[in-house]
């Protein structure tokens, strides 16, 4: 059974670093691709980052690029998100998400997600 | 950036109704386009990907065409664990980007 489990989320003051994580099991990680996603309070759902399965390319949306890095551990089935100079709008529920095996770039699974707070 | 407009935001419906949600991306993604279910408090989940492909284990009455710029979900007789929140998202191109939602509320 895939399982995508995050952590590392809690609150944090403006300007200041996270690091959430997501461990994945029942698949084999380094075959697939993987992505953030968040969801601001009662707000919709906003891509993040991807990361291809061979860690080679990723993407980020403009809202973060420059401040968030997406990596991965292959060798410990864990999925990263480094999150530097945080903003009161990075606030959200992070969503770790497996690719879909058939088709470009939708997710199949996801975990159940990670508070983030940033303020003061 | 390739903009996804969902309507209607909200849809007031009974048990039994079909309901459908449209998306228009604003260019062209061919196929590339994914509807996922979204219950309060839980993760998204894979209804339909590749405009009308339906994900393993989800019930055939949801259905979604479409190609190019405009796509509809629907869902052919509405059941009490259907109300919730539907988003499309273009999976065509960086970076992704998902429709605003549509709220299914019970009538």
């Known amino acids: 059974e895939v399982q995508l489990l995050e952590s590392g989320g809690g609150l944090v003051q403006p300007g200041e670093s996270l690091t959430l994580s997501c461990a994945a099991s029942g698949f084999t990680l380094r075959n697939f691709a993987m992505s953030w996603v968040r969801q601001a309070p009662g707000k919709g759902l906003e891509w993040v980052s991807f990361?291809?399965?061979?860690?080679?390319?990723?993407s980020y949306a403009d809202s973060v690029k420059g401040r968030f890095t997406i990596s991965r551990d292959n060798s410990k089935n864990t999925l990263s998100l480094q999150m530097n100079s945080l903003r009161a709008e990075d606030t959200a529920i992070y969503y770790c998400?497996?690719?879909?095996?058939?088709?470009?770039?939708?997710?199949?699974?996801w975990g159940q997600g990670t508070l983030v707070t940033v303020s003061s | 950036d390739i903009q996804m407009t969902q309507s209607p935001s909200s849809v007031s419906a009974s048990v039994g109704d079909r309901v459908t949600i449209t998306c228009r991306a604003s260019q062209g993604i061919s196929s590339w386009l994914a509807w996922y279910q979204q219950k309060p408090g839980k993760a998204p989940k894979l209804l339909i990907y590749a405009a009308s492909t339906l994900q393993s284990g989800v019930p055939s009455r949801f259905s979604g065409s479409g190609s190019g710029t405009e796509f509809t979900l629907t869902i052919s007789s509405l059941q009490p664990e259907d109300f919730a929140s539907y988003y499309c998202?273009?999976?065509?191109?960086?970076?992704?980007?998902f429709g605003e939602g549509t709220k299914v509320e019970i009538k």
């Open positions: 998202q273009q999976s065509n191109s960086f970076p992704l980007t």
């Open positions: 990361i291809y399965g061979n860690s080679l390319a990723t």
């Open positions: 998400a497996k690719k879909h095996t058939n088709a470009y770039y939708s997710f199949d699974y």
